[in-house]
């Protein structure tokens, strides 16, 4: 865990505010892979969800628990106790504390139009409430986040209470004072000079929260880190509940390159984290965010093409590889080969740049992404086709044949059957299963076909399915792109196909997972066994 001070920390609450984003879900094992993203991007806190909620979160801090973290801390978050009950006798409270995370973050009620009408307490009774949860926490041994809720919207009705509520919090042992800007309609003026009043007034350390109703959700961040604000908190792409939350893949950039505040270790690694979550979340890229956005550092003809061929900064306020993206110029057949190389080293590829070797991958990669393929959050197909461009892969068997059928009777029962056929080191191989459904049929089959010859085939688990629609303008016709999250050893990934027809673009992906899983089993089972 890295204790080195910063100027600012980062606070991603992706997993819990942000997937009260229309559109936007996690599985336990989604949830998993962004924390495991965003702890080796060198995130500091990572809120994890709200502990009793629902099943998915606590399964979370559950294996959170058993993890070993090497940059963040993991978050619970919750509300400060009811009103007129004791907090120990709090059932929220206590399992705030059973999540066994190191920071619990609570969010308490500022305004006097919430205390009265909506938690039906009087304002001296909250204060109470967030007071003794905060001691309450910190006898505990946990670090405590207070989050202020419609901090901003309370300040321009009742200042000395809003103000109340946040010398309550800090005389209570609150580590950082949130201000949240929760209905996402103030201007940054006012949040700079209402953080400035704030670090005048209270000795514990702000930090800010803020929406995006007005589109200004990272402009508020910025302005308060101005004032004095030493954790922002946000989301990876801005999701969250209305419009969105504080967009990180915005604000974490420009704190480092335009304030000079060095809040992550490698920007370089920004683009594939903002792609990984979108496509964890099945939602599209957004190509014109600022930054990661395809669209970024896209040049198109006439004077700027002619201008940043030249002299990129003519046209780019940064170097785009700084945030792991590229630049674009339509008539350029190079452009790309950075990102390449960052992935292949990555996985242990050593290649040079303008070598032929790079020019064909990059020919390759471009192909299949026309195609529909995705390669963000589908590491193993991306590490096959980089063995394929080298001449390095080994195929498990030969493809003879797969077939699938579905039949439901009336009375409602219905069976799916897969047939495989197959050449696996020169010997026929010809089985039949049956699953749930096709895929799971299909994989049923293909693991009685190759168990015979690879006794590792079930140690893969088949983790997670997603389906997406390519080209939604063909109907019925559109081209489906299929990712598959599988792991082992400790290790998750995903593949990916794509087809006019799911069964094939599923078969594809079904196919790279064992393959890849085959690539690299060596390695994963070593450093398995170094765990001990």
Known sequence: MSTSPKPVTIYDTTLRDGTQGTGISFSVLDKIRVAEKLDAFGVDYIEGGWPGSNPKDAAFFEEAARRQWTNAKIAAFGMTRRGKIKVEDDP???????????????????????????????????????????????????????????????????????????????????????????????????VAEVASIVRQTVPTPIGIHTHNDSGLGVANALAAVRSGAIQVQG???????????????????????????????????????????????NVPRDIRAPYVGEAAFTHKGGLHVHAVQKLSRTYEHIDPSLVGNRQTIVISDMSGQTNVLMKAQEMGFSLEKGSPQVAAILRSIKEAEAQGYEYEAAEGSFDLALRRSLGTYKSLFDLK????????????????????????????????????????????????????????????????????????????????????????????????????????????????????????????????????
């Open 92 to 190: 929220q409270v206590k399992m705030l504390l059973d999540a066994a995370t190191p920071v619990v973050t609570i969010v308490g009620k500022t305004w006097p139009l919430h205390v009265e009408h909506v938690f039906g307490v009087t304002l001296e009774e909250n204060l109470a409430m967030i007071a003794d949860t905060v001691r309450y926490l910190k006898a505990h041994g946990r670090e405590v986040f207070y989050d202020a809720e419609h901090f901003f919207d309370s300040f321009r009705e009742d200042r000395e209470y809003s103000l109340a509520t946040l010398q309550a919090a800090s005389e209570a042992g609150a580590d950082v004072l949130v201000l949240c800007d929760t209905n996402g309609g103030s201007l940054p003026e006012h």
């Open 235 to 281: 989301t990876i792409n801005g999701y969250g509940e209305r419009v969105g939350n504080c967009n990180l893949t915005t604000v974490i950039p420009t704190l480092q390159l335009k304030f000079g505040l060095t809040v992550v270790p490698d920007l370089a690694q920004l683009r594939e984290l903002s792609a990984f979550v979108d496509e964890l979340a």
């Open 401 to 532: 044949e797969y077939h699938c059928h579905f039949r439901r009777s009336g009375e409602g029962a219905d069976n799916c059957e897969a047939t495989v056929k197959l050449i696996v080191n020169g010997i026929p191989e010809y089985t039949v299963d049956e699953g749930d459904g096709p895929v799971n049929a299909l994989d049923a089959a293909l693991r009685k076909a190759l168990r015979p010859f690879y006794s590792w085939i079930d140690e893969v688990r088949l983790a997670d399915y997603k389906v997406r629609i390519v080209d939604g303008s063909r109907g019925t016709a559109a081209r489906t792109r299929v990712l598959i999250v599988s792991s082992a050893n400790h290790k998750s990934w995903g593949t990916v196909g794509v087809s006019d027809n799911i069964i094939e673009a599923s078969w594809q992906a079904l196919v790279d997972s064992y393959e890849y899983y085959a690539a690299i089993r060596e390695r994963l089972v070593d450093e398995t066994s170094a765990r001990g």
